[in-house]
């Protein structure tokens, strides 16, 4: 992992032997984190795992989840801070900012700041795709729920049908994802350069999209092993770890929502 | 060793061991804050230290003391939160009166811009048509080379004299409008009481009323690359007939230098190279 | 094979009733040696030893590059080093010490300890355990590493604050991602820290039971987890700012530098809490034991840990009293840092009554710690002064704070540390340590530590700014007494290094229960603990 980071940061340096080091690194992290995942998932088939086991790992994955949210707190302040402090500041409520430095010029959210005035560029509106993807994401919980409720009623088929339902929905989200960043960059002309606005709207989205790139490979992985059958009715906590997870980025989701999207 | 250790206390000023009171009657106020606080906490200090002191000497096994087994008494809890307590609201509300004199930046008869560089302040008399930089002086620059070989304390005011002196007419309530045009830096003047950080992009506002005539030395105190330390601030106090004399000479294009400043002005020609 | 007899008294506190037997699986079969084992092991032993001596390099790191400090201070003047390299001094220092000799040695001290003392076999998730640990070197290696980079290496303070922490050159992408993989690795270890409390513990172990310093790990663990993560995202919106273009501290987008700082001291008020929480429950551990005498006021110490941390989330902006904040904003962070004073006075209160009439004995644990409580109330006071706003217009970036957090984190928190290695050295080496080495290691400690860092307070207060490379000569004879301070302490240091390889070595066996007025589940077995430990819980009543 460290060989990971050392290369992405040669590459934002721009040195040359970047790539390498990246891959390098890319496939050292993955080959760990895939054998810790071996070992952990070979325990649990055998069912090596006490109630005690199973419990820490739950306690893992609630703190885990629990320092994500404040991962994306920080960007969130980011966004409040921007919207209800600096961007006033900026446009007259602070008399002396405004006049000494930025000629009285008024802002309103959104706004790319005081410097970009004159760049023409639109915000992204919540409808259609970010509303239709919050239906997705939405749906895609539910589709979970009752794939739950199917591995607990021991309902194989049920189970794995609705896995497969919930990680298609996940790939959609992210290709319209995808889209909307590319209707943002050919069409709107909003970047991540686009200030206040762009930098708050990319990293909130890009942060959470990674999340979904990364609950999606998750629900993936466990709709494998439950076609393999790994998991039964009364324990797990494989799968249930994935769900939190995904319930989790699903609610992330919908604070960006309501607060880039449509507030 | 020894010997610095005893001769470092013995020559050292008094004044060196204290904060400054100031020249104006915020800075003596702050003053005030620091020593009742200071005091408070010196009190609090030898009582608890007191007893815990004592115990040391006098509850110790070479004494042949048996221990005692207590482990609580809620009574004693409540007392020594609630104390504290009553105590910190007493440091509050000198506090908050201060706090509150010091952030009302109306009523002001004069304003001046104060822009932070790397690493020179540049001031600005708001309506007066007159602004200039401020820099380290050419002595204490010679001097403050690596290996320069030449001794600090033959500088007169070693990293504290500036080419050109900010000037304020004494007995006038004076604006301060700081910002900073690259990073962050912060315009110190403990003579005044006031520390504000000059943000770019941002402007920060203080007052202040000078109630002396003198020169007052103070300095950059927020990290802002590599000469942070040698971007020092000079104020110099006149009475106000003094003052409006030498505003009128800078208007004129005259250097507005007074008899006591030694330094070479930077001509308005550098200036509005910049 | 080691076994204790079952129904093993305890001395003071609660009856524990030993239903363990203890396995020494030294010689296991199937179990890797040599540096295989080290790289592997999920053994929270070997673990916590590899924290503790990687914290303790660590430290005489940190600690020679704030030799490279003082001695340019020593004399106005610049004698050896360039002002930029001063700075990078300065910052590096900081890092060091914070992220790499003080947390990974509480961490250390919660992998050895924390199994011991609740009766858990070993951590909850010992393979993550591993993890945590590796990470730590290689983020260290990579941070290190950009001191030789084209540009040197990050200058700009340990808050890296923007703008200036953009005119970092090659170096800048560097630092962040060590700052990643270094808080991922606290994560993971706070992680475990609270499975393992919540989940180890032997039956029997009430919360309410627990040893404080297993408590306040607790704590500490929420708050890692809490604030490491906003660090990671204040520092990930700088590297956007450098490298896309994103304006998050930039007035020109309509963004602002001050915004870093606020997100900067949500992280940094909580951490400098972790860094001295695992202290407080060091010091409540020991000053019982040596005082023959149970703690006095457990539930409030508890209580007051709470407080503590709860506290920590909402006074973050008395770091930036000078940025120019509203006056509500200015007046709220100054009531809320003010009332911090109370749950931490309980604390000094609970410990000077744990002495009051008890039998004492002044050990090098209990002399450590008794220094402790004396030099971190000095640092309280002067944080109290800081918190009074005006005031702290003043004292700002002066050496005032730099003499009242050395106060906190030396006296305190590093003493603290101190203390614990020495409590705990015989239960990990099996051997008592030299009485007579850890005397001279603590006087040398205390009376050069106060003349390093006492004399800041005057210079902070006569007006000299930190993070300066050269001063003014009203400056020079302070300066010249802190520098002779800070080289007697550092060699100070070396006694303990000295002490350590030779307890570490050999010496006089330790008993299981080293020390008399010990209590808890750590003293039940053997010393040195076997490598696995309560592979069947024991009950505590
Ligand atoms: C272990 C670390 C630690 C701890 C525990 C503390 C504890 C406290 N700190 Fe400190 N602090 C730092 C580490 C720490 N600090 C660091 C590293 C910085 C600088 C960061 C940087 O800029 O680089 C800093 C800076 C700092 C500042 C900013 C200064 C500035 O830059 O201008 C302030 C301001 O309020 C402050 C306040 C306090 C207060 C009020 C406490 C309180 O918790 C103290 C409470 C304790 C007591 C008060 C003593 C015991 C109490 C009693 C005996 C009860 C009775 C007392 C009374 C009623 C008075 N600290
Ligand atoms: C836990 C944290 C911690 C610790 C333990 C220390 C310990 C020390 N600190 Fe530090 N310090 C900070 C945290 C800490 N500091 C922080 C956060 C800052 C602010 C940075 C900033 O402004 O951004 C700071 C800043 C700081 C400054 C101000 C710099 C400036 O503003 O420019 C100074 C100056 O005197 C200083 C000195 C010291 C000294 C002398 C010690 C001594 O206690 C060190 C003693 C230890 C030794 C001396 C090691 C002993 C070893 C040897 C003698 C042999 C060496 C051998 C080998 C390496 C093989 N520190
Ligand atoms: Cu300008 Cu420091
Ligand atoms: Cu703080």
């Known amino acids: 992992m460290t060989t990971l980071v050392v290369g992405i940061a040669m590459y934002l340096e721009g040195m040359a032997v970047s790539t390498w080091v990246m891959g390098a690194g890319g496939l050292i992290t993955a080959w760990f984190v895939f054998g810790w995942f071996r070992d952990v998932v070979t325990e649990g088939v055998k069912g090596l795992y006490s109630d005690q086991v199973d419990r820490s790992l739950r306690w893992g994955m609630i703190w885990f989840i629990f320092s994500e949210i404040m991962f994306f707190a920080a960007f969130f302040g980011a966004l409040f801070y921007a919207r209800t402090l600096s961007v006033p500041w900026l446009s007259g409520e602070d008399a002396a900012t405004s006049r000494m430095l930025w000629d009285s010029m008024a802002l309103d959210w959104p706004t790319a700041g005081p410097a970009n005035a004159g760049m023409e560029w639109q915000p992204m509106s919540a409808w259609p795709l970010p509303t239709i993807n919050t239906m997705i994401l939405l749906t895609s919980g539910m589709t979970l729920t009752v794939a739950h409720h199917a591995l607990k009623a021991g309902n194989r088929a049920k189970l794995i049908g609705f896995m497969w339902a919930t990680v298609l929905l996940g790939m959609i989200f992210i290709g319209l994802q995808g889209y909307e960043y590319y209707e943002a960059y050919a069409h709107l002309n909003l970047r991540m350069d686009t200030g206040i606005y762009g930098s708050t709207f990319f990293m909130l989205t890009g942060f959470h999209g990674m999340h979904v790139v990364i609950g999606t490979l998750m629900l993936l992985v466990i709709t494998l092993r439950c076609m393999k059958g790994h998991f039964q009715p009364e324990s797990h906590f494989g799968f249930e770890g994935a769900a939190w997870y995904w319930h989790f980025v699903d609610v992330v989701w919908l604070g960006l929502y309501i607060f880039v999207y449509i507030l | 060793m020894a010997a610095a250790l005893i001769a470092a206390p013995a020559s050292a000023d008094f004044s060196l061991l204290n904060m400054t009171q100031g020249v104006t009657e915020s800075s003596r106020d702050i003053y005030g804050l620091h020593m009742t606080i200071f005091t408070i906490t010196v009190v609090i200090g030898v009582g608890v230290f007191g007893a815990m002191f004592y115990s040391i000497f006098r509850h110790r096994k070479s004494r042949g003391v048996e221990p005692s087994k207590f482990h609580h008494s809620t009574t004693m809890e409540i007392v020594w939160t609630v104390i504290p307590l009553v105590i910190l609201v007493a440091m509050a509300v000198p506090a908050t009166q201060v706090l509150i004199d010091l952030d009302d930046t109306t009523n002001s008869e004069m304003t001046v811009e104060v822009t932070g560089y790397q690493w020179f302040w540049g001031y600005k008399y708001k309506g007066e048509d007159v602004q200039f930089l401020s820099r380290l002086d050419t002595d204490s620059d010679r001097a403050r080379r690596l290996d320069s070989g030449i001794q600090p304390a033959s500088v007169d005011n070693y990293l504290q004299n500036v080419d050109q002196r900010l000037v304020l007419p004494v007995d006038t309530r004076v604006r301060f409008q700081i910002t900073g045009a690259d990073v962050i830096h912060s315009w110190w003047m403990p003579d005044l009481g006031w520390k504000k950080d000059a943000i770019p992009g941002y402007v920060n506002e203080m007052w202040t009323e000078i109630e002396e005539p003198g020169v007052y030395r103070g300095r950059c105190a927020e990290l802002c690359g590599r000469d942070h330390g040698f971007m020092p601030v000079v104020v110099e106090a006149l009475p106000k007939a003094e003052f409006d004399e030498w505003l009128a000479n800078r208007q004129a294009g005259g250097t507005g230098m007074t008899a006591d400043s030694d330094e070479t002005p930077e001509t308005d020609g550098e200036l509005a190279a910049r | 094979m080691a076994s204790s007899p079952p129904g093993n008294e305890n001395q003071t506190g609660e009856t524990v009733e030993m239903t363990a037997t203890t396995y020494d699986h030294a010689a296991h079969e199937g179990e890797p040696t040599g540096f295989k084992r080290w790289l592997v092991t999920t053994n929270h032993k070997d673990i916590g030893s590899m924290y503790l001596l990687f914290s303790l390099a660590m430290f005489l790191l940190g600690g020679a590059m704030a030799l490279v400090i003082r001695a340019e201070l020593f004399q106005p003047g610049l004698q050896i080093v360039d002002p930029y390299f001063f700075n990078q001094m300065t910052t590096m220092h900081a890092l060091v010490m914070i ?171 909580p951490e400098v809490y972790i860094l001295i929480l695992p202290a407080f429950g060091i010091i409540s551990t020991i000053i019982p034991t040596f005082a023959r005498k149970p703690l006095f006021g457990y539930s409030s110490m508890v209580y007051a840990t709470a407080s503590i941390a709860f506290l920590s989330f909402i006074v973050w902006a008395h770091h930036m009293f000078t940025v120019g904040m509203p006056l509500a904003g200015e007046l709220f962070f100054m009531y809320s840092t003010m009332l911090i004073a109370v749950p931490t006075g309980v604390k000094v209160f609970n410990w000077v ?179 696995h430990t309560f592979d069947t819980p024991p009950v505590v009543r």
Request: net charge neutral; glycine share 10%; hydrophobic share 55%.
């Open chain 3, 353 to 531: 009554s744990t002495m009051w009439r008890g039998a004492m004995t002044f050990e090098a644990p209990m002399l450590f710690a008794l220094a402790f409580v004396f030099l971190f109330t000095i640092g309280g006071f002067s944080g109290l002064m800081l918190a009074i706003a005006p005031a702290d217009f003043q004292y700002h970036d002066t050496y005032f704070v730099v003499a009242h957090f050395h106060y906190v984190l030396v006296t305190g928190a590093v003493f603290a540390i101190l203390a614990a290695a020495y409590y705990w050295m015989p239960k990990w080496t099996g051997h008592m340590y030299s009485e007579r080495l850890a005397q001279w290691h603590f006087w040398m400690s205390v009376i050069f530590v106060n003349v390093l860092f006492f004399p800041q307070h005057f210079l902070g207060l006569a007006g000299m700014p930190r993070r300066i490379p050269d001063y003014s000569v009203q400056f020079a004879d302070w300066n010249m007494v802190s520098s002779i301070g800070g080289f007697g302490f550092g060699f100070a240091q070396l006694i303990f290094v000295w002490l350590l390889i030779k307890c570490i070595r050999g010496g006089q066996q330790a008993e299981a229960k080293a020390w008399e007025g010990a209590s808890g589940l750590e003293w039940d077995v053997p010393s040195p603990a076997p490598h």
């Open chain 3, 99 to 269: 992220f790499g000799a003080v947390m990974p040695a509480f961490t250390g001290l919660a992998n050895w300890m924390i199994p011991l003392m609740v009766g858990a076999p070993d951590m909850a998730l010992p393979r993550m355990n591993n993890w945590s640990f590796w990470l730590l070197p290689f983020g260290f290696a990579v941070l290190l590493s950009t001191l030789f980079m084209p540009g040197g290496g990050p200058a700009g303070g340990w808050t890296m604050y923007p703008p200036l922490m953009l005119q970092t050159g090659t170096a800048f992408p560097f630092v962040i991602f060590a700052i990643h993989v270094l808080g991922i690795s606290s994560i993971m270890g706070s992680i475990n820290v609270i499975a393992t409390i919540l989940n180890m513990r032997a039956p029997g172990m009430s919360l309410m039971k627990m040893p404080l310093f297993v408590w306040t790990w607790l704590i500490t663990a929420y708050l890692m987890i809490a604030v490491m993560p906003v660090l990671a995202g204040a520092v990930t919106m700088l590297l956007t700012d450098q490298y896309f273009g994103t304006t998050f501290f930039s007035a020109a987008g309509g963004g602002d530098p001050v915004l870093y700082q606020h997100i900067f001291w949500f992280f940094g008020h």
